[in-house]
């Protein structure tokens, strides 16, 4: 990649309702030298767009090239800021020959359809997942990984347990904030950022709706560009186009307001479809049927298969 | 009251109106009429030789083409409004017909357990008691 409309028109060239992974090539220094490797994710908020995980690695002692970059935390640096440092991630031969990074990019429709799943796979899940696919893609590919840094919005003790697990030959460090703490994990931050606004900047509504992110703003609910989006672009039966994420609360009170009931059959907590097979307390004070015959059963084959005499047209 | 279903639409020729696509969604849907199938849902089916994923409301779908029984035929009928009357004559219109359904699943592959693959059993044995 050597700029960022590079970028965009790879992500053109991706459907935007599946995963994909944007990776660079692994300097080659990194093979030899240990090398620390930061993680950070993008996007997790937002009721919009797809959810972006960063990763970014050099040398161990190549803390200084990261600082020349610019890296600190994230949130303190424009839009303006990040993209230029990114732009020097693609360019600069320091960079080029020290740092290697990758993206995943986590798509609505795959966020909504996890959290939807019969046995619930929450976004704590997904972003795991996501940063040990990240992690073991870059070992794999003959990195010399000795330390890996993770920034984390969750409880970082459970997520340190399992990378540690999966990776017990890697020195790993899980930290809340720890984007403004390791130059790498703002490394990786940039990269996950930049990433998800350039995915939005070039949209592509599958459904046919002509529409630029400088309308549907940011993505986060609070908002007014997205609220008025999440308002609006509702259809009856489908709900939203699939930029949308369904599960997030903001677009599920919309829908049960604004669009067509749907129900889906009902789930309890251990996966299993409920039966009501328990009576009704009333049900044992009423009265038997008036002349006493029973209606007739219909033979097993037809309640098997419930089938039963109904009119078409009713 | 009598039933009558009219055709204006010709002995079936058309294919765009008569071999269209049907989805059957595991998901009580409440409205009625024409839905944006094409634009919100047809984009987002995958194929993996026969084994289908979409998704509808958020929710991922498994599915899989179901052909109609040999010798039927599946037709659409709407009726531009049914009458205040309990006993009147009802008049529908046929609007269009489907040779295929594809069925979804809700997070589950199909199977020949799922409630309308073993319905049409009945086709088969309806056959063998009610036939010539």
Known sequence: ?????????????????????????????????????????????????????????????????????????????????????????????????????????????????????????????????SAIKLIKRVAESGVNLTEVYVDTVGPPEKYQARLSQIFPDYKITVAKKADSIYPIVSAA??????????????????????????????????????????????DKVFGYPSLVRFSWSTAEVMLQGKAATCTFEDVDDDGQTKKANTKSISSFFTMPNENGTKKRKRHKFFEERYLSMKNAFE | MSIQVENNLGNGDNKEVFEQRAHFIPCKVEEDGEANVKKYFEPYITDDSGDLTATFRGYPLDGTKIALPEGYRAVIATETKRPLAEDADRRFQVAGGFKEVIYWNWDKKPSKNDNLTKAMDWIDIAAAIHGD
């Open chain 1, 1 to 129: 990649m050597n700029s960022l409309e590079q970028l965009q028109d790879y992500i053109k060239t991706k459907n935007n309702s599946r995963n994909f992974i944007n990776i660079s090539d692994v300097p080659e220094v990194c093979k030899t030298e240990p090398c620390m490797l930061g993680v950070d994710e993008a996007g997790r908020g937002p009721v919009l767009g797809p959810m972006v995980y960063g990763i970014a690695y050099c040398p161990v002692n190549k803390n200084s090239i990261l600082e020349s970059l610019g890296c600190a935390d994230s949130k303190a640096l424009t839009e303006e800021k990040r993209d230029e440092i990114l732009l020097k991630m693609f360019t600069n031969d320091d960079a080029v020959n020290n740092v290697g990074w990758a993206a995943e990019i986590i798509s609505p429709s795959y966020i909504s359809n996890s959290m939807y799943k019969r046995a619930k796979h929450s976004l704590n899940e997904v972003s795991m997942d």
């Open chain 1, 189 to 234: 931050s940039i990269v996950a950022k930049v990433t998800r606004d350039h995915c939005l900047k070039v949209w592509h509504f599958q459904e046919g709706l002509e529409m630029s992110y400088k309308e549907f703003g940011s993505g986060y609910p609070g908002d007014p560009l997205t609220k008025k989006f999440i308002r609006d672009q509702i």
